[in-house]
Every structure is written in structure tokens, then in C-alpha cells.
């Protein structure tokens, strides 16, 4: 239900962009969660469907924007002035009921998931 792509190679400093889009339906909520190496999965932002509103993690907020295309029903996560530190497999997910705001950091709360893409930052 959720195809994500986009990820690559690139170089700090570059941008980058990845495309999650949903078939079958459409969801309340999408969110973008990254895995690097050796750590825990983590909350990069969501965005509501209704209205667009978003929310972004601390070490992402001003470098990444997350928007939407209602007519592709598809969720992009627009990535500027990457860092090494971003490298990261990077996951897509989706919820099917509205939720508070409280809440959409958690991965727990969502209910379908991408496959990831590979996204490295590297010189």
C-alpha cells in the first residue's frame, strides 16, 4: 500500500527527495521514520492530510519539508543541506485514523509501513 523511493548516494550539503506514494486509500496521517546503522528507528515528520499541518524532529526541522500531492496521493520528503549524520534507511508509514498531535512521533502508531530507502551522505 506504501511505495517508497528516492534514496541514494550523495554528497554533504546535497539535497535529495523521496517519494512515498499509497495506493488503495487514502490516510489521515504519513509520517517519515529513518533507521541508521546500530540505532533505533527514529521520528524525522509527519504530515496531516487534512489541512497539511506538519511536525519535524529537532535534528531535521529547517533542512527537511514534508508535502503532499492529492492528486498522486503520494507524500514527499524534500531533504536540503544533508549531513553525514542523516544516513539512514528511510521509512514511510502511514495511519488510517486522525490522532493527536501528542502522539504522531510514534512509530507504534501507525499503521502500514514502506519497504525504506537507503539514503547515504558520504564525500
Known amino acids: 500500500k506504501l511505495q517508497a523511493c528516492g534514496g541514494g548516494l550523495v554528497q554533504p550539503g546535497a539535497s535529495l527527495r523521496l517519494s512515498c506514494a499509497a495506493s488503495?486509500?487514502?490516510?489521515?496521517?504519513y509520517a517519515w521514520f529513518r533507521r541508521a546503522p546500530g540505532k533505533e528507528r527514529e521520528f524525522v515528520g509527519t504530515?496531516?492530510?487534512?489541512?497539511?499541518?506538519?511536525i519535524y524532529a529537532d535534528s531535521v526541522k529547517g533542512r527537511f519539508t514534508i508535502s503532499k500531492d492529492r492528486v498522486k496521493n503520494t507524500v514527499y520528503l524534500q531533504m536540503n543541506s544533508l549531513k553525514p549524520e542523516d544516513t539512514a534507511v528511510y521509512y514511510c508509514?502511514?495511519?488510517?485514523?486522525?490522532?493527536?498531535?501528542?502522539?504522531?512521533?510514534?512509530?507504534?502508531?501507525?499503521?502500514?509501513w514502506g519497504q525504506g530507502t537507503q539514503v547515504t551522505v558520504s564525500s
Open positions: 508509514a502511514a495511519r488510517v485514523n486522525r490522532l493527536v498531535i501528542t502522539y504522531l512521533h510514534r512509530d507504534d502508531y501507525y499503521d502500514y
Open positions: 488503495g486509500r487514502t490516510f489521515n496521517h
Open positions: 504530515i496531516t492530510w487534512q489541512g497539511g499541518s506538519t
